[in-house]
């Protein structure tokens, strides 16, 4: 057991916990944030994605003790009002049907803009195809991340 | 022990939690997006009171309306649909309707079970009956209060009027009176050309906590002082657990007991819902997730294979033999076997005699292998058992039934279990059996405490109630004109046939021939999306495309030819199907994906299947790019009726879709001394982002015929479309599934 203090959603957490827990789990069992989903554990699936600084990670493969101070994003934290232009037009573009694997399009699809505001179809694709959806969301994932880009650029 | 401070503060994680877990959080959200803050605000105001009208709806003194969602959803989008049909009715402005997940209640709302593509179906009366009913209790309050007759009273959205006096009130202060009113004997519903709601497209009514990640799931619940419990089950089909050591992890950090637990006793008659499934396990229980998946990992147990036993069902009993099986033998088996076990299930006209006159006869055989459900949410479940009651919560698609399995299990009566249903991340079939149900509340009693029952992803994929492995050999005889004579289908599977004998093309031919035949294995086997269908559809739909290619015909309008012949002058009564509805998705399909037209560029497949109560026709348009498929567009029409939700509707069947070519070209669980050889997404392949279609384009048939299923339909036929479109493509005729597997480019 080690002590940690995490920088979560621009606030500070501290945790008590085996220094090798993924933050997958510091998450969801002991922050009780649990908007970041266990879908595969093996960084197969996206499930688990949230950022650290501006770059889309898997916790489930971040041991706990790698984080240091380096600022975590999880979905919940996202934005204030759940009005971030990629969470906007999710919800606009109705993309989900059981929505599990949701949060990790979402924390991806949002580092990608960040990254790349007008990314292509073909950038798209390389990016998002780490993460599975059981459901076969994927032409609604794609409509509406081009549809955040527009958003984000007329903003 | 793990200690939590967080300078978040507790407080805010206990407030943030409670404000999801009512309405008022969704009504928010969900207002901001569409109204302004002004508007939101005002409709923000939760009633003081609520009069429950009806166990389908309750009506807030201000107007607000709270509509349960009977039914479980596992993405198929009910838990918004099923409520536009309640809200129809009782003739309210959707954005005053709150929805919320009604609990397993068998003696307000029928079936709830998710399975079959029947919620909507079986739902349609009952929901419509919940709605009228309540609109009219409220008209007859007004009635009252204003001293006129009930017939004079018309509603709007949630507005009371009567024309003659001008007088309005709105259904909050009817409410409390109309409670009072008599329920009525009989109630009008609306005409289609009436309905406001349905038939419009209404936003997820979760959205907005999907989109920022609030608990909805079952692994996302949480009881103060919960423990977490994984289980260790055979690696093997065939083996069961012979000894294990449990002192060494028992003495891990966090882990709380280690135990073995008979999920279901040799006295136990299971039902349906229970499955034949490993009945011994072992347990591991601890505080948090991560500690008991390590002690899981360090736990040494040893398996033995077991010898042939029967499984006691209600009325029955399966016969679950030994041995350890190995994919080749299962192909073995599904070459062979066939010719030593197929019985007739249907035969029309004298089609032996057509077989041995034929100037020419096209035979060829397909398979598929077995497929996990792999839904994204894996297996889970919660459970708080006392001595005297039994609280469960999670994600099953049969609560009725697994209530029943509960109570035997724990000899509590049936009224003492309380199933409550989260969300869940995906069903496709594997929910509908529970014996995950049956685990929590065995490792809650055992520890006396609130259980939350996980499973490893490794754990769902290999201890799975799979999709089982099927064969169809197909068989025309023609004339020396090229016409058709005869049609034969033999299938079978281990341990179920997929044969639907009565379906198209039966009915169009006048001397048919089915033949089916299974044989037995103990790999845990059940229904995946579209039970049956979801091989045998495809098999069909590319041997007609090869029947079509031989008689030199479009395939498009062979099928409209025979469809003409099982319409007008059908052989056979049996026939399941109506030959015009058939016919018109496949019109549709022609029409919209301009199948006449050019075509440069693109090879297309057609197919098209009915199962479920509904229709679906499908043409995939394929390119080669660096050699590789690549598909740019698939055009659906689909004839379900009346179309409740019309985005939502598109979604599933772009869901369908994109699941169904998945599962064709890249999916299989396979066995190796009962071993099953995929347990992660890194050797069980699921389609990705980059390999779906480009587009998908759904156009539904339009009519008033009551709604019929649409969760699975959408999903057989395109696995055809898939195989003919890439023979179109590539010159190469693909017969076995996964198309992309190794045994599949063998040949
Ligand atoms: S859970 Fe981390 S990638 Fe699947
Ligand atoms: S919406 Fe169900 S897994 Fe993506």
């Known amino acids: 057991m080690a002590t940690y203090n995490l920088n979560i959603n621009g606030k500070s957490a501290q945790v008590d916990v085996d220094p090798a827990t993924p933050l997958l789990w510091v998450l969801r069992d002991h922050l009780k944030l649990v908007g970041t989903k266990y879908g595969c554990g093996i960084a197969q699936c996206g499930a688990c994605t949230v950022h650290i600084g501006d770059g889309a990670v898997r916790s489930c493969q971040i041991p706990v003790s790698s984080v240091g101070e380096q600022p975590i994003t999880t979905i ?80 | 022990m793990t200690l939590i401070r967080t ?39 939760m009633p003081d009171e609520w009069f429950e009208i009806n166990g389908f709806l309750k009506i807030g003194d201000n107007g607000v309306v709270t509509i349960m969602s009977p039914n479980p959803e596992i993405g198929q989008n009910v838990k918004t649909s099923m409520p536009m049909i309640v809200a129809e009715e009782l003739d309210v402005d959707w954005n005053n309707v709150i929805v919320e997940q009604a609990p397993l209640n068998t003696e307000v709302f029928t079936r709830q079970l998710a399975g079959g593509s029947q919620s909507i179906r079986q739902g349609w009366q009952s929901l419509r009956m919940a709605g009228a009913t309540a609109r009219q209790m409220l008209i007859g309050a007004a009635a009252q209060a204003w001293g006129v007759p009930a017939e004079v009273i018309t509603t709007n959205a949630g507005q009371l009027k009567h024309e003659g006096s001008g007088k309005t009130a709105g259904y909050g202060e009817m409410a409390a009176a109309a409670v009072n009113v008599e329920v009525p004997e009989e109630v009008k519903l609306k005409e289609v050309s009436e309905f406001k709601i349905i038939g419009t497209s209404r936003k997820n009514v979760d959205g907005p906590k999907i989109v920022t990640g609030q608990p909805l799931y079952g692994l996302d619940y949480h009881e103060e002082g919960m423990l977490i419990a994984m289980i260790e089950h055979p690696p093997a089909f065939g083996m069961k657990l012979k000894s294990f050591d449990g002192e060494a992890v ?16 040799d006295d136990y ?41 029967k499984d006691a069902y209600e009325g029955r009993e399966q016969v679950v033999p030994a041995g350890l099986e190995n994919t080749t033998e299962h192909y073995n088996k599904l070459e062979t076997m066939g010719a030593k076990l197929a019985k007739v299930v249907r035969k029309d006209g004298d089609p032996e005699a057509a077989f041995k006159n034929a100037a020419k006869v096209l035979e060829r055989t397909y398979t598929c292998p077995y497929l996990a459900h792999n839904t994204m949410e894996p297996m889970n479940f919660f459970a708080h058992v006392t001595d005297n009651d039994a609280k469960l919560v999670g994600p099953i698609q049969t609560p009725e039934f697994m209530e029943k399995s509960v109570s035997q299990r724990l000899g509590l009566p049936l009224e003492k279990i309380d199933i409550q249903m989260t969300r869940q991340g995906g069903g496709f079939g594997r929910r509908l059996y529970g014996h995950f149900l049956v685990e929590a509340a065995v490792i809650s009693k055992k520890m006396n405490a609130p259980v939350k029952l996980v499973y490893t992803r490794e754990d769902d994929m290999s201890y799975g109630v799979y999709r089982p492995t099927y064969v169809a050999t197909y068989k025309a005889a023609f004339d020396e004109n090229n016409n058709l004579t005869a049609f034969h289908v033999r299938a079978g599977g281990i341990p179920e046939s997929p044969i639907y004998e009565n ?23 059940g229904a995946f999306r579209a039970p049956r269908s979801n091989f045998i559809a495809g098999a069909e ?4 495309d090869e029947v079509a290619e031989e008689m030199g015909k479009d395939p498009i309008d062979m099928r409209l030819e025979w469809l003409g012949k099982a319409a007008n002058n059908p052989v056979g009564e049996k026939n399941d199907y109506d030959a015009s509805r058939y016919a018109g998705v496949l019109k549709l399909v022609k029409e919209k994906s301009n199948w006449s037209g050019d075509q440069s560029g ?18 995939l348009d394929m390119s080669m790019q660096s050699g590789k498929p690549v598909i740019d567009k698939v055009t659906c029409a689909i004839d379900c009726g009346i179309v409740v939700n019309p985005d939502a509707a598109v979604n599933m069947a772009e869901g369908g879709i994109v699941d169904g070519i998945g599962h064709a070209m890249y999916s299989e669980m396979t066995f190796k001394e009962g071993e099953p050889q995929q347990s992660n997404f890194d050797r069980y392949r699921l389609i990705r982002h980059n390999e779906a279609p480009k587009a998908i384009d759904v156009h539904f048939v339009e009519n008033e015929i009551d709604p019929t299923g649409l969760g699975e339909p959408p999903f057989p036929p395109i696995m055809g479309a898939v195989a003919n479109a890439l023979y179109r493509a590539t010159g190469q005729r693909h017969y076995h599934q996964p198309f992309m597997g190794e045994r599949a480019l063998k040949g």
């Open chain 1, 76 to 155: 919940e934290g996202l934005s204030e009002n759940g009005d971030h232009p990629v969470q906007q037009a999710w919800m606009e573009v109705d993309v989900y049907q059981c929505g599990y694997c949701q949060a990790g399009q979402i924390m991806q699809a949002s580092a990608l803009l960040k990254n790349n505001p007008n990314p292509s179809d073909e950038e798209i694709e390389a990016t998002m195809s780490g993460n599975i959806c059981r459901c076969g969301t994927y032409t609604r994932i794609r409509k509406a991340i081009r549809l955040a880009a527009e958003k984000s650029q007329n903003s």
């Open chain 2, 7 to 45: 300078k978040i503060g507790r407080r805010s994680f206990i407030k943030s939690s409670a404000l999801a877990g009512g309405g008022l959080m969704l009504g928010f959200s969900w207002l901001a997006a569409c109204k302004t803050e002004a508007e939101a605000e005002a409709i923000l105001q």
């Open chain 2, 269 to 309: 008659t299971k039902i349906w819902s229970d499955a034949t499934v490993f009945d011994e396990l072992v347990v591991v229980v601890g505080t948090s997730t991560w500690e008991v998946m390590n002690a899981k990992k360090a736990l040494k147990a040893q398996w033995e294979p077991f010898g042939e036993y």
């Open chain 2, 602 to 619: 693109q090879h297309r497949g057609v197919s098209a299947y009915y199962c479920h109560n509904s229709y679906v026709a499908q043409v």
């Open chain 2, 541 to 544: 739909q590319a041997f007609l």
């Open chain 2, 503 to 525: 379906r198209f093309p039966a009915g169009a031919i006048d001397n048919y021939l089915a033949e089916s035949w299974e044989v037995g294995s103990n790999i845990s086997t």
């Open chain 2, 250 to 265: 028992k003495a891990m950090p966090g882990i709380k007991d280690v135990f073995s637990m008979e999920v279901y006793p």
